[in-house]
């Protein structure tokens, strides 16, 4: 089945961006998106976070970062993940100005998880096409952002091969639940 999905952390920064990167590598129709106030990144230290406005462009942040210091944010991985994000798009999306609809919505953070059920909540339901939003924690770290992008590519493969999603969907995550051994939240949906 050719699905449309959307996956989300907070800044669209990281774990979101290498599951896009990964995901679109593999043919999928992928987006990505961030549910946060503002960007933010690590900084000088862990009380002064980079933080950014959505709409400012991975190559003005990567301008920014290596001007304020080139040395650290190579070192901390900050600058080679600007490179591959500007690689995919232009700059950081927020996931609660978007007009798209999808099929599969994946987060990868239950505070995230729980923006984007609050947004459906907000803006209500027009069009009854349904939505399956499913979570599954990522720890925000360059490492476990590629071990999540490798976990949430096989439950994609697994949604994509379903013949019947809607009565699928809780054979394939408890499935898949049980493989990656991790907590998995899932709810449906309409936009």
Do not use: W
């Given at each position: 089945?050719?699905?449309?999905?959307?996956?989300?952390?907070?800044?669209?920064?990281?774990?979101?961006?290498?599951?896009?990167?990964?995901?679109?590598?593999?043919?999928?129709?992928?987006?990505?998106?961030?549910?946060g106030e503002k960007i933010k990144i690590p900084g000088a230290s862990a009380n002064e976070p980079n933080t950014y406005p959505f709409g400012t462009s991975y190559d003005e942040i990567y301008t920014d970062l290596k001007s304020k210091d080139k040395t650290l944010y190579?070192?901390?991985?900050?600058?080679?993940?600007?490179?591959?994000?500007?690689?995919?798009?232009?700059?950081?999306?927020?996931?609660?100005?978007?007009?798209?609809?999808?099929?599969?919505?994946l987060t990868v953070e239950e505070k995230v998880y729980d923006q984007v059920l609050e947004h459906f909540e907000s803006v209500g339901s027009s069009i009854d096409q349904p939505v399956h939003v499913i979570n599954m924690n990522v720890v925000d770290n360059p490492e476990d952002a590629t071990i999540g992008a490798f976990l949430l590519c096989d439950l994609v493969q697994e949604l994509s091969a379903s013949e019947d999603l809607d009565n699928d969907m809780e054979e394939i995550i408890q499935e898949f639940e049980t493989k990656c051994d991790r907590e998995v939240f899932h709810s449906v949906l309409f936009y």
């Open positions: 089945m050719d699905l449309k999905y959307a996956v989300v952390c907070s800044s669209n920064m990281n774990r979101s961006m290498e599951a896009h990167s990964f995901l679109q590598k593999k043919g999928f129709n992928i987006k990505s998106y961030g549910t190579t070192k901390n991985g900050m600058l080679h993940i600007m490179e591959r994000n500007r690689r995919i798009k232009k700059g950081p999306e927020k996931f609660q100005k978007t007009e798209e609809k999808f099929d599969v919505i």
